[in-house]
């Protein structure tokens, strides 16, 4: 079963259909997807616990629509979407010399 989980601030939005039954969830990581799809298909008692799950992340401007497919391709474009995160969120909160402005305290004994 081909279940697409996009990207939807810091959740992952999925939706995944059996025979024609749609179903909705949510989840925090890709990790937690498979369990949520057959957990959400069990409350409507569809039993798909036969079902190998293909989880499909799709991130904004970057979706499976490009051709990209494979595992290593998608791990990538999850990979390029959080620098592009954090990278904004360092420059946002670097000084002129590029760095973070975090600096390392002494533990209180």
Do not use: N
């Not at 799809?37 to 799709?58: G, K, L, M, N, Y």
């Amino acid at each position: 079963m081909r279940v697409t989980a996009t990207r939807s601030g810091t959740w992952w939005a999925i939706e995944a259909q059996h025979d024609g039954q749609p179903i909705y969830t949510q989840a925090k990581r890709l990790d937690q997807i498979e369990a949520l799809v057959r957990d959400a298909f069990a409350t409507i008692d569809i039993d798909v616990s036969d079902e190998a799950i293909d989880v499909i992340p799709v991130i904004e401007g970057q979706g499976p629509s490009r051709g990209c497919l494979a595992t290593p391709c998608i791990a990538g474009q999850i990979v390029g979407a959080v620098g592009q995160v954090v990278g904004s969120v360092g420059r946002a909160a670097s000084g002129s010399d590029g760095r973070l402005g975090v600096h390392p305290k002494p533990y209180a004994m």
